[in-house]
Nanobody
Framework: QVQLVESGGGSVQAGGSLRLSCAAS????????MAWFRQTPGKEREGVAY???????NYADSVKGRFTISRDNRKNTLYLQMNSLNPEDTAMYYC?????????????????WGQGTQVTVSS
């Protein structure tokens, strides 16, 4: 059974940093595409960044230059380094994964999801 377990969320002041981790298990090989999404109450889940097994990365415009996605395929772990956080980054952050050979920041494309980790940024 595939499991994605996020960690690293918490509360931080504006301008601070956090590093999220997502440990994947139960899959016979590395997922081709792993990504981070986030969601606030009353809003749709939005893509933050993705990283493919071939090293391709992509970011939402709102986080470019501040967030860095990385993955350790040997450990089946995905990371999100978040710097220069602002209150608009406050959300539940979810890890997602899929196989196949395509990757885009679309909720409908992903097969597996974690339970989420809360990030709260105060001004």
């Amino acid at each position: 059974q595939v499991q994605l377990v996020e960690s690293g969320g918490g509360s931080v002041q504006a301008g601070g940093s956090l590093r999220l981790s997502c440990a994947a298990s139960g899959y016979s090989s590395s997922f081709y595409c792993m990504a981070w999404f986030r969601q606030t109450p009353g809003k749709e889940r939005e893509g933050v960044a993705y990283a493919t097994g071939l090293g391709t990365k992509n970011y939402a415009d709102s986080v470019k230059g501040r967030f860095t996605i990385s993955r350790d395929n040997r450990k089946n772990t995905l990371y999100l380094q978040m710097n220069s956080l602002n209150p608009e980054d406050t959300a539940m952050y979810y890890c997602a994964a899929k196989g196949g050979s395509t990757c885009q920041l679309s909720v409908a494309d992903f097969d597996y999801w974690g339970q989420g980790t809360q990030v709260t940024v105060s001004s």
